[in-house]
């Protein structure tokens, strides 16, 4: 399949998970903020924890650089102790949510349904779904790799049409290789985000040849291995974790994704 992505910007996203403490992630947001590299080539958002979000987002509002939650609640308001929901995010003028991760499926219970029900109920309050997908070790060594992606992919979007899903930024992480010391090989994660890509054209008529479908990779992503996977054509960016938390790395796969359309 041919690749044409001048429509897109490439997108690096950083998941900051519940490694910093609110003090600390102001401290790297506001280092994050004076930064003289940072461009709107790249389309590029921070995930901080709920109890920071509003800070962040102030210290960031003139940045390019966007602000988003972890999570959300798969309802929009009412008796859900401990939940936080999506007219909060809305109030706090934020653009993405991230929805399904991993670590959410497999500690706290996410679930294909609830995960069906934020994407729509995030679509409808105009939050941009960052939508993870991605098989297990256990998957990948009996093959089931599409199998579990296309399970993953045609539940989430149960019930959201085209135009919908052409808001979502798809982010494929292989759980093998979140949280380790490499991550997974340029061209085994074009493969499957060829895959993924395919699957979305074949899920909607109007799709022409689902170029305009975003998909980003995570799992391990460093300064180091960027670029080699900013190269494949159809990474259309990357979502960093660890390697987001340091403001030297920050800045170098911030470069490279913004430098990445020459590298296609
Ligand atoms: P690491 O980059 O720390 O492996 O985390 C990736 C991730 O889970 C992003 O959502």
Redesign the pocket.
């Known amino acids: 399949m041919e690749r044409n992505d001048f429509m897109k910007k490439p997108i690096f996203?950083a998941?900051w998970?519940m490694y910093l403490s609110d003090s600390e992630a102001c401290q790297l947001a506001t280092i994050i903020n004076k930064s003289t590299i940072l461009n709107d080539s790249v389309e590029s958002y921070v995930l901080p924890t709920f109890t920071v979000l509003d800070r962040v987002n102030n210290i960031l509002s003139d940045c390019v650089v966007n602000v988003g939650a972890q999570n959300m609640c798969y309802e929009h308001s009412g008796a859900f102790t401990g939940e936080v929901s999506v007219r909060s995010l809305v109030e706090m003028g934020l653009k993405y949510v991230?929805i399904g991760?991993?670590?959410r499926r497999s500690l706290f219970n996410d679930t294909h349904v609830s995960i069906n029900r934020k994407v729509k109920l995030a679509l409808e309050n105009k939050l941009i779904p960052i939508l993870?997908i991605g098989e297990d070790l256990n998957d990948k060594i009996a093959m089931r790799t599409n199998e579990v992606l296309e399970m993953d992919i045609r539940t989430a979007l149960f019930g959201v049409d085209y135009e919908a899903a052409k808001e979502i930024i798809f982010?494929y992480?292989p759980i093998w290789?979140?949280?380790?010391q490499e991550?997974a090989g340029a061209e085994y994660a074009n493969n499957v985000h060829m895959f993924i890509r395919q699957l979305l054209n074949s899920l909607y008529d109007e799709s022409q040849n689902g170029d305009e479908f975003k998909i980003v990779y995570?799992?391990?992503?460093?300064a180091g291995n960027a670029e080699q996977l900013m190269k494949q054509p159809h990474i259309d960016g990357v979502?960093?974790?660890?390697?987001?938390l340091d403001i030297e790395s920050y800045e170098t796969i911030f470069r490279i994704v913004s430098e990445s359309q020459d590298l296609k």
Do not use: P, Y
């Not at 290789?177 to 380790?180: N, P």
């Not at 995570?218 to 460093?222: E, I, L, P, Q, R």
């Not at 979502?239 to 987001?244: L, P």
């Open positions: 996203g998941g998970k991230e991760h991993s670590e993870c982010a992480e290789a979140i949280g380790q991550s995570g799992g391990s992503v460093t979502f960093v974790g660890r390697s987001s």
